[in-house]
């Protein structure tokens, strides 16, 4: 996302493979372009938190942009979705009942998180929608919904759709460098 380090923005892990990948081997990712917004129980964030748990709720730049995050009878819930200014941004207000750095809110995608930052008591978040993927490779263990750095991350190469194209192939060469395709 753009100005992502100026907003305290994180990005997330959105999809992993389940399985080490050897040589000649393959993974498919599949994701539909359903936006959401998020809460996750991260308490304070930072990069490699992993969510305790989380809730989201169906939002769209066109008709749904905005909502607020809150703590009701001891359950962290959105309100329902309403269009919200600027209608070129996702918007989530902090309710009056959230505790300081506990939760953090966000963007997502194809019904994962994708972007979080942290959640403050009667405090307003912005989020662009121009996401740009990236593909990457490690050998450390991370899963879905796990916080990233906000640096760039070694061996990550950006993603890039041409118009009317639905499908990509990224290749990791024995440099340890991508080739997308």
């Known amino acids: 996302m753009s100005e992502q380090l100026e907003?305290?923005?994180y990005s997330l892990v959105w999809m992993t493979s389940p399985y080490k990948i050897g040589v000649d081997s393959f993974v498919?990712?599949?994701w539909s372009?359903?936006?959401?917004l998020w809460w996750l129980d991260t308490g304070k964030l930072e990069a490699g938190v992993s969510p305790k748990s989380g809730g989201s709720i169906a939002a769209s730049l066109s008709s749904n942009n905005s909502t607020t995050f809150n703590i009701e009878d001891g359950t962290p819930k959105f309100s329902n979705t309403v269009s919200g200014m600027p209608s070129?941004?996702?918007?989530?207000?902090?309710?009056?009942?959230?505790?300081?750095?506990a939760f953090s809110t966000g963007t997502g995608e194809s019904y994962f998180?994708?972007?979080t930052k942290q959640a403050y008591i009667n405090t307003q978040q912005t989020f662009d929608s121009d996401a740009t993927?990236?593909?990457a490779v490690t050998t450390s263990y991370i899963q879905a919904m796990d916080v990233l750095g906000q640096s760039n991350i070694s061996n990550a190469a950006i993603v890039t759709f041409p118009l009317n194209r639905y499908n990509l192939t990224a290749v990791l060469g024995e440099d340890n460098?991508?080739?997308v395709f």
């Open 113 to 115: 998180p994708t972007f």
């Open 28 to 30: 498919f990712f599949i």
């Open 88 to 101: 070129d941004k996702f918007l989530i207000m902090g309710g009056s009942d959230i505790p300081n750095s």
């Open 7 to 9: 907003n305290d923005i």
């Open 133 to 135: 993927l990236w593909v």
């Open 177 to 179: 460098t991508w080739n």
């Open 33 to 36: 372009l359903d936006t959401s």
